[in-house]
């Protein structure tokens, strides 16, 4: 397996590397998973033994912190750039995840 890629922006937990604990969740692989609270996003990679890739782009809550002023919007549009970064970020995650596919799919159905 190559090195993990340098990433910009900080990812908490980032890389997992692990197989998921839950049982209904049996022999996949977490490989990546962040959050972007700022914008309510998160991201996770999975890989399944058959070398499936799973990848999720979704809403980390289903509440999303009220907007009141024109103010609180443009707060949040001068954080795009951390945005922009931490998308970035997910790409190279994706990329790295399939150059090294096979690893990690045999790494997927360990337990």
């Known amino acids: ?8 922006a900080h990812h908490d937990p980032g890389f997992v ?8 969740n049996e022999g996949v692989l977490v490989v990546f998973d962040t959050v972007m609270p700022e914008f309510n996003l998160s991201f996770a990679v999975y890989v ?7 990848i999720c782009l979704q809403p980390a809550a289903y509440s999303f912190d009220e907007i009141r002023t024109a103010d609180e919007l443009s707060e949040l549009a001068d ?4 945005l ?3 998308l970035d970020d997910c790409a190279t995650v994706v990329d790295w ?5 096979a690893e990690l799919a ?6």
């Open 79 to 82: 954080r795009c750039d951390r």
């Open 1 to 8: 397996m190559t090195t993990l890629p340098a990433l910009e």
């Open 48 to 54: 399944f033994p058959d070398r499936d890739v799973s």
């Open 84 to 86: 922009q970064e931490w």
């Open 97 to 101: 995840t399939h150059e090294n596919l």
């Open 106 to 111: 045999g790494k997927a159905g360990l337990r």
């Open 17 to 24: 590397l692990r197989v998921d604990e839950n049982p209904l």
